[in-house]
């Protein structure tokens, strides 16, 4: 009788850890809501395929488009724009405490991330040398030889492997040189250069930057910051 409780016990107990663990799992997937143009996967299995409504973002994924650029919503109505010949990694998706934490890894072309400053989840955008942590608003990003961004209404942080910081505000154009260790911040009028890379209605019209910042005292200046030189419109 003890052993047939014992065994019953054991039985319960096993269903719930598997219960919590399948269930675990399930809140590990983001899933694609809209997408539009072809945006192809080469997932951590070496398995490859294209994306399609309610296909599911897994860690490891790796998504590029090729001749054409794409656009997709993701299920916490994050939007990801790619231009043609672009890619990124998903390097992990991570839950705890019912939020998800989702590490991006942008390797080339161009990229527009709009992440809404209402979402429960965690982004993280990866580069070489740094990182923009739990990232929200609006970014376009390009990464040819140097890599530029250009900041809407958001104050991002870049976190290098050594630790320091450097501030991009808001409404800037940003160009980083790896070979010159040189970051340059200028003032951002438009997003009309980026308007051609990009599906029609990816880059939400701001009709006028200057006026969004008007509140700003800008100055050009050079600064020593971090052991690196930056020059470029500053805030006062």
């Known amino acids: 009788m003890i052993y047939a409780i014992k065994?019953?016990?054991?039985?319960?107990?096993?269903?719930?850890?598997f219960f919590s663990?399948?269930?675990?799992l399930s809140y590990s997937d983001i899933k694609v809501i809209v997408i539009k143009n072809t945006v192809h996967v080469l997932d951590i299995y070496g398995k490859r395929y294209t994306l399609n409504k309610s296909s599911k973002i897994?860690?490891?994924?790796?998504?590029?488009?090729?001749?054409?650029?794409a656009i997709l919503f993701l299920t916490d109505k994050t939007k990801v724009c790619l231009s043609d010949n672009s890619s990124l990694k998903i390097e992990n998706i991570q839950l705890a405490a019912n939020q998800y934490e989702i590490n991006l890894s942008f390797k080339k072309g161009n990229i527009l991330l709009s992440?809404?400053?209402?979402?429960?989840?965690?982004?993280?955008?990866?580069?070489s040398d740094y990182k923009i942590n739990n990232f929200k608003d609006e970014i376009?990003?390009?990464?040819?030889?140097?890599l530029e961004i250009l900041n809407f209404n958001n104050k991002l942080k870049l976190i290098f492997k050594d630790k320091k910081n450097l501030n991009?505000?808001?409404y800037s154009y940003a160009k980083i040189s790896k070979k010159e260790n040189l970051l340059e911040?200028?003032?951002?009028?438009?997003?009309?250069?980026y308007t051609n890379k990009f599906l029609q209605g990816c880059i939400n019209k701001i009709q006028n930057l200057k006026a969004k910042k008007r509140?700003?005292?800008?100055q050009y200046s050079c600064v020593t910051q971090n052991g690196r030189l930056v020059c470029g419109n500053r805030y006062k």
């Not at 663990?21 to 675990?24: A, D, E, G, R, V």
């Open 140 to 146: 376009i990003i390009s990464k040819q030889n140097k």
């Open 168 to 170: 991009i505000p808001p």
């Open 185 to 193: 911040i200028d003032d951002a009028t438009d997003a009309s250069q």
């Open 215 to 218: 509140d700003w005292d800008l």
């Open 21 to 24: 663990l399948s269930s675990s």
């Open 115 to 127: 992440v809404p400053n209402n979402s429960q989840n965690k982004y993280n955008v990866i580069f």
């Open 58 to 69: 897994k860690s490891g994924d790796y998504l590029r488009t090729k001749k054409n650029p």
């Open 7 to 17: 065994k019953l016990l054991n039985i319960i107990g096993f269903s719930l850890i």
